[in-house]
């Protein structure tokens, strides 16, 4: 097996994103995760662009022991300076200096030419290897630019001592083809290329960093230059999870990487509370979607046997099972499913069929159903064996007007009715059902809690009531929150009422 490194770069390039600046303690905190995580080197920061960046890496420095440390800079002595200056404590440290090499670059951006840029490259090598062993050169915007004179940049600054070479897609321009090629070229025309790592950094503009990196890493590179969730500027730079799972997957490849997988769930998911940037549902390998599954004709498949729609494990990447989400467009077999996994095992069709109903009833009303959805559909069903139920409820509320609830319940047969006022519909509610069960009995204790959060979600209610010394637990669950509250206070009573 071949051996590919992993750089990410979320704290250097992927902290660019608007919005999404970490503070140094929040960075430790990343670093130590991607340290567990197993990646070869750190992008910790660009020192002289502020003195926030120079602390990171300072810190991040004295925090990190195993992965290498590299700090970014210009083809600038200056620059090269700070970064040296904010490497000092690090085992393992590593400076990243390059400068543009495409038209675009030297004439537009440098006011350039050619020959000035390869001497300016070859000249910041050779002074970043006054500092430290390992430097890496980026060709910026190596994706626009002729193959034959990146070649001679490369092979220039290999010459100056650069370790690693990063040839960057900065623009996400290059098709996969394109860049494969690219690679291709450095590896068969530039003669001391058996002196350095290649690497690969591209950025996902046109949705191709994933698929350019891999066809980088099959032609020779083995660096990869990455971000948790593929976070960075603009549309973003290559996903770690996606390349690494990729390779996981395709075997035949025969190249490896030193990250543990299983913490890739548990990473993402850091990484995106820490910078307020969540992750799309949809997203490969780490979106809330990857590995559920909601068509019935999918589910019957992955209950047959994963494989049939997972290519991949999903405890391979730290998430316990796949996901059978409820929908209108389940089926039988996945209500059953997700019945036995919650403890419902004794069902008969008859009653499956009944819940069946119910079930697809609420599925209209929701877009998707959850576990404690499907416990109260189970309640519904057995509500039938109460002394007491809720037969109708209609309320007043809203500002400026008087909050008042109507009830009428069913007890062992007959119906009572009774109408009172209180603070908010919910307390009306429950005065009003206390006024027709003439009992001693308080509220201990009212949760409501929602469960994905959404505007049309099912509302669950815990309740405790205390009767006579002791306390009664009431449970019910509706997309309406205060007959979910009468239902579950109901649902506590009935185990003290004969």
């Known amino acids: 097996m071949d051996r590919l490194y992993i750089f990410d770069t979320t704290l250097r390039d992927g902290e660019q994103v608007p919005g999404c600046q ?14 567990t995580l197993g990646v070869d080197v750190i992008e910790a920061g660009f020192p002289v662009s502020s003195p926030g960046d120079f602390d990171s890496v300072v810190e991040l420095s004295k925090a990190i022991t195993w992965p290498a440390i590299c700090a970014l800079t210009r083809a600038v002595e ?17 400076i990243h200096t390059g400068i543009g090499t495409s038209v675009y670059h030297i004439v537009h951006k440098l006011n350039s030419n050619p020959d000035e840029i390869l001497l300016r490259a070859a000249a910041a090598v050779k002074y970043a290897k006054k500092y430290v062993e390992d430097v890496e050169f980026y060709a910026e915007d190596a994706g626009r630019t002729d193959n034959e004179y990146l070649a001679r940049v490369v ?5 100056a001592g650069a370790t690693v070479v990063n040839i960057p897609d900065t623009t996400g321009y290059c098709l996969p083809s394109e860049y494969g090629e690219k690679i291709k070229f450095l590896m068969e025309n530039v003669s001391n290329i058996h002196k350095a790592v290649i690497a690969t950094h591209c950025h996902n503009d046109l949705g191709m960093a994933t698929a350019n990196s891999l ?18 500027e603009r549309a973003g730079n290559t996903a770690l999870e ?3 799972m990729a390779l996981k997957s395709h075997k035949e490849l025969e190249i490896e990487t030193n990250i543990n997988t299983k913490r890739i769930w548990e990473t993402s998911k850091l990484v995106s509370t820490l910078m307020s940037m969540p992750v799309q549902p949809n997203k490969a390998i780490v979106g809330r979607n990857a590995f559920a599954h909601s068509s019935g004709i999918h589910q019957d498949g992955v209950l047959k046997n994963r494989e049939n729609y997972e290519i991949i494990d999903p405890k391979d990447v730290g998430i316990d099972e796949s996901s059978i989400v409820l929908t209108a467009r389940s089926g039988r077999a996945a209500l059953k499913y997700r019945l036995a996994s919650l403890g419902v095992n004794d069902m008969s ?9 119910q079930f697809l009833r609420l599925a209209d009303r929701k877009k998707s159903l959850s576990d404690s959805d499907i416990l109260a559909l189970v309640g519904e069903r057995d509500s039938a064996q109460k002394k007491i139920k809720l037969d109708y409820l209609q309320v007043l509320c809203g500002k400026r007007v008087r909050q008042v609830a109507t ?8 119906k009572f009715e009774s109408t009172s006022s209180g603070n908010g519909p919910v307390d009306a509610s429950i005065k009003a059902v206390k006024q027709i069960i003439h009992r001693q009995m308080s509220i201990q204790e009212f949760l409501i809690q929602a469960i994905t959060k959404g505007s049309d979600d099912v509302g669950k209610v815990h309740i405790q009531v205390e009767y006579n010394g002791k306390i009664y637990y009431g449970f019910s669950a509706n997309t309406d929150i205060v007959t ?3 239902e579950a206070f109901i649902d506590a009573v009935n185990k003290f009422v004969n």
């Open 22 to 35: 970490l503070n140094t303690l929040e960075k430790i905190e990343v670093a130590k995760a991607l340290e």
């Open 78 to 94: 200056k620059d090269i300076d700070v970064a040296a200056d904010a490497l000092k404590h690090a085992k393992r440290g590593r």
């Open 349 to 357: 069709q008859e009653k499956l069929d009944e819940v069946y109903q």
């Open 484 to 486: 979910a509250s009468v």
């Open 215 to 232: 066809a980088g890493v099959i032609n020779g590179a083995r660096q990869v230059e990455v971000t948790i969730n593929g976070i960075g």
């Open 407 to 414: 009830i009428r319940i069913d007890i062992a047969g007959e």
């Open 155 to 159: 092979e220039a600054v290999i010459a």
């Open 242 to 244: 996606e390349v690494v």
